[in-house]
Nanobody
Framework: VQLQASGGGLVQAGGSLRLSCIAS????????MGWFRQAPGKEREFVAA????????YYADSVKGRFTISRDNAKNTVFLRMNSLKPEDTAVYYC???????????????????WGRGTLVTVSS
C-alpha cells in the first residue's frame, strides 16, 4: 500500500486549499481514510476521517465547519478541502489508511498502518 499526498502550499489566512491523497490499493473502497497533521514541535493530531463508503465523516473540533473530507473510490483518492485557514493550521498533513471497524477508533493515529509522506501547509497571518 502506498499513499501519496499533494496540494499543500503557502496561503494567506482566510484562504483555501484542497489536499489530495492517491492510494495504490486494489480494494480502496474497503479502507477507512484519515488525515492527520503535525506542526513543528507538536505531536501528530487527528484532523478528519471518512468511512469506506464515504457516508460517514469525522472531524477534529478545531477544523469542524471549515474542513471537508471526501473520497472518490473510482479514483482511489481522498480529498481534504480546507477553507478559512488560520495560521494555527500550519503543519505537515498526512493521509492514512487502514481497515478500521469501529468509528471510535478513527481518531487515533495508532489505528492506521499505512501512511503517506505528507504535504506541507503554511498559513501566513
Amino acid at each position: 500500500v502506498q499513499l501519496q499526498a499533494s496540494g499543500g502550499g503557502l496561503v494567506q489566512a482566510g484562504g483555501s486549499l484542497r489536499l489530495s491523497c492517491i492510494a495504490s490499493i486494489r480494494t480502496f473502497n474497503d479502507y477507512t481514510m484519515g488525515w492527520f497533521r503535525q506542526a513543528p514541535g507538536k505531536e501528530r493530531e487527528f484532523v478528519a476521517a471518512i468511512s469506506w463508503s464515504g457516508k460517514s465523516t469525522y472531524y477534529a473540533d478545531s477544523v469542524k465547519g471549515r474542513f471537508t473530507i471526501s473520497r472518490d473510490n473510482a479514483k482511489n483518492t481522498v480529498f481534504l478541502r480546507m477553507n478559512s485557514l488560520k495560521p494555527e493550521d500550519t503543519a505537515v498533513y498526512y493521509c492514512a489508511a487502514d481497515h478500521i471497524y469501529y468509528s471510535s477508533s478513527y481518531y487515533y493515529a495508532d489505528e492506521y498502518d499505512f501512511w503517506g509522506r505528507g504535504t506541507l501547509v503554511t498559513v501566513s497571518s
